[in-house]
C-alpha cells in the first residue's frame, strides 16, 4: 500500500500554521464589533470622566470634617444644597458642609469624598448627622480615573466583549477597527458524496462533513461558502477548487486525502500553481489522512472524508487557525471549553500518535468523572453522545483510571 507523503506531528502543523498572515483589518460599526479581535491600539479620545463623580447616593463632603465620626459620636454638617445629576455643581462645600449627591453626580467644589446615605441622617431641616469617616476620594471616581486622553484602553489583539463596548460607547468611539472574518469555502469529494436533500442510492451517502464543518466554521466566527458535492474527477476537482479559490480566504475540503487509487485531492492541490504541501498525514488518531497546503498565501486543509474524524481534526486544527487568522493567539490545543474530570475507566493508545478520545462527563462524589464513549470508527452517533474528548499524548501509551485529565467540549 502506498504511504503517505509527508506526515508530521501536531506540534509541527501549529508551527506550519504560524507561518500564514493574519487576515486584513477593517473597521466596523461598535454594535458589530461584539466578539471581533481590535486590529489597532485604540486609544481615549477624553478623559472618563471629565470631572470627578459620585460612586454612591450620599453626601459630598470634605473627608478632613469627617475625622473622628462614630455612632455614638457623630459629626454634625450643614447642608450647602443638592448636586443635579447630569449637570455642572453651581454650589461649593466649605468646611462644615456638606452637599447631596446621587450616584453618577459631579462632585462639588471643595469636596474631595462621598458619605454613603446609610452612614447619615437629618439633624433639622439644614443639617446632617455623620455616623462613619472618610478618607479623601472615598465613593468617588477620579477625573480621567477610568480612561485619560490619550492612553490606549484597548490594545490591539483583545477580543472585544461587552464591557469593551460599553466602554468605547463610553467614550464616544462609534466605529472600530478589527480583523476581518474569514471566509471559508467548503467542498466534499467523492463519488458516494450526495447532497443532503437527496435520499441516497445504495453505497451512497449524503453530504454530511459540509454542514458539520460549516457550524464549526460559524462557531469560530468565519464565513461560509458551501459548494456542491465534487466526484472523484480530477479535472472536475481542480476546476472547483480555482473556483474557490477565487473568493474565500481558506479552502476546506473532505474526503480523498488517504492513500487509495481514487484519491485525488493531493495531486490536484499540488499540481496548482504556487501550490505548497506542508503535511500529508499528521500523527494522531482520529484524522490522520489530514492534507495541510498552500495555495499562494491562502491554506487548504484536507480533511478525512469520515465524518467524525473530519469533525475532531477540525476542532484540533482548524478552529484555532480560524480564531488565529481573525487576529487571536493561535493556542496549540483543540478550541471550546475544557473541564477538568477525573478518567472512569483505562485507557490505551499506541506510542507515536496523538489520540483524541471521546468521552462523556458525569458526576462521581460531587467531581466531573470523564467516561470513554466507545463504538464503531464511522458512528456519529458518539460524538452526539459525548460531551467532548481527552488527548493522549504523543509518546504515551494510555491513561489509568482515576488520572485527572482536561476534557475539551465540544
Partial sequence: MPEFFKVVTPVQVFETLLGFNRLAVETVPLDDALHRVCGADITSPEDLPPLPRSTMDGYAVRAADTFGASDSIPTLLDVAGAVTMGQIPGITVGPGQAAAIPTGGFLPL????VVMVEYTGPAGESAIEISRPVTAGENVLGKAEDAARGDIVIPIGKRLLPQEIGLLAGLGITRVPVYRRPKAALISTGDEIVPVT??????MIRDINSHSIAALVRAAGGEVEMFDPVPDDPVLLRCALERALSSVDILVLSGGSSVGERDHMLRVVSSLPSAVVHAHGIAISPGKPTLIASVGEKPVFGLPGHPVSALVV??????????????QELKRTPAGMRVSAVLASSVHSAQGREDYVRVKL?????????????GKSGMLSTLVKADGFIVL???AEGLPAGETVDVFLF
Avoid: C, M, N, S
Fill in 110 to 113: 471643595g469636596a474631595d469624598a
Fill in 198 to 203: 437527496d435520499t441516497p442510492q445504495p453505497g
Fill in 314 to 327: 477540525a476542532q484540533v486544527f482548524l478552529a484555532p487557525f480560524l480564531l488565529y487568522l481573525q487576529g
Fill in 362 to 374: 458525569e458526576k462521581r462524589q460531587g467531581f466531573p468523572a470523564a467516561r470513554p464513549v466507545f
Fill in 393 to 395: 499524548p504523543i509518546h
